[in-house]
């Protein structure tokens, strides 16, 4: 379905707007039941922050924030020194879920909601320590991620942790 990106409208997730976020259908049970019966939760407990992302009134997606850390293991270290730092850990903000509504898959919303991504970082990292974007991929999203910028950190049981560097490339 085509759409027009600049009327997408991002409102964080309430107890106002929860009932629409009802509606909402991904494919994926479990990104369904986070939105339905988790997320409003978490964001009350300050675990993970969520954002609906509105098209003509409609929820035609979501995402969710969260703090995070880039633990750097020995085989890491000569990768993350030739951008001249050399931490065991690096702070990051994670994108903890993203879904689409099924209506609106392959629209461009994804897209456009992860490239907003490091104008989020930097905007965050104004406020806290934070050099680094990461998400937990399902390996069916990995190449959608490596297409943005990400990079593959390492492989979990059932996803990719994978990191985008927001220091000076933005």
């Given at each position: ?49 969520t954002y609906l992302c509105f098209y003509e009134g409609k929820v035609v997606g979501y ?108």
């Open positions: 379905m085509a759409i027009n990106l600049s009327r997408l409208q991002i409102e964080k997730l309430s107890d106002s707007n929860i009932a629409i976020a009802g509606q909402f259908d991904c494919g994926d049970h479990d990104l369904n039941e986070f939105l339905k019966d988790d997320a409003l939760k978490h964001q009350k407990e300050r675990i993970a922050a995402f969710s924030w969260l703090t995070d850390a880039i633990e750097i293991k020995e085989k890491d270290k000569r990768v993350f020194k030739k951008i001249g730092m050399s931490y065991r850990t690096y702070p990051a903000i994670k994108l903890g879920r993203l879904a689409i509504d099924k209506k609106y898959a392959k629209s461009g919303v994804g897209s456009y909601l992860v490239k907003s991504m490091p104008e989020n970082v930097i905007f965050f990292s104004e406020f806290i320590g934070c050099r680094f974007a990461t998400v937990d991929a399902y390996e069916t999203a990995k190449e959608f991620y490596e297409r943005i910028g990400f990079k593959m950190h390492s492989e979990r049981e059932h996803t990719v942790f994978m990191y985008l560097d927001i220091g000076s490339s933005y």
